[in-house]
């Protein structure tokens, strides 16, 4: 990364990044830290799988579901891993998805229905002191083939550089 060049108002003054060095000293991990984001990931991996199933099977079997179903869902299924989170999952549907600060409550869930756009946004770390947090994004469509403007959103998200 080039260095920052800020006029402040001295001569000869010239303010440089240090992002490098503070990346070097505060953004490393040591080997426990390191195999803790791991294990959570292999702890959450299987409930964002479990999720994506459980919708599937509401949708299938008629009987519906709902943002805040998924989401106490994802969370008792961290509970019983050992994983913990303050806050999360995002599940959002169609227009939920789209913003990055939805948490579904009574109050604001949507249900999730056949031809939805679902956003399953997931953070967890193990319940234990020096873990590392594990955080992914998944999105499905609720039927057999998503539309073609929702297949243009996605191709433009995962060719963004």
Not at 47 to 70: C, H, N, P, V, W
Request: hydrophobic share 40%; charged share 25%; proline share 7%.
């Amino acid at each position: 990364m080039p260095a920052l060049s800020i006029w402040c108002g001295l001569p000869g003054t010239e303010i440089v990044s240090s992002a490098e060095l503070v990346q070097y000293f505060e953004a490393r991990l040591d080997a426990a830290a390191r195999e803790s984001h791991f294990e959570a990931g292999r702890r959450v991996d299987p409930i964002r799988k479990a999720a994506f199933d459980l919708i599937r099977e509401k949708l299938r079997s008629g009987a519906g579901t709902s943002e805040i179903e998924i989401h106490d869902f994802v969370r008792e299924r961290f509970a019983a891993s050992g994983l913990f989170t303050e806050s999360g999952p995002i599940v959002g549907v169609n227009a939920h998805a789209g913003d990055p600060h939805y948490e579904p409550s009574a109050e604001t869930s949507a249900p999730i229905r056949r031809g939805d756009f679902v956003l399953l946004d997931m953070w967890a770390k193990l319940d234990q002191p020096g873990s590392v947090y594990y955080d992914i994004t998944w999105t499905g469509f609720c039927g057999p083939e998503p539309t073609a403007r929702i297949r243009e959103v996605f191709e433009i998200v995962r060719d963004a550089p």
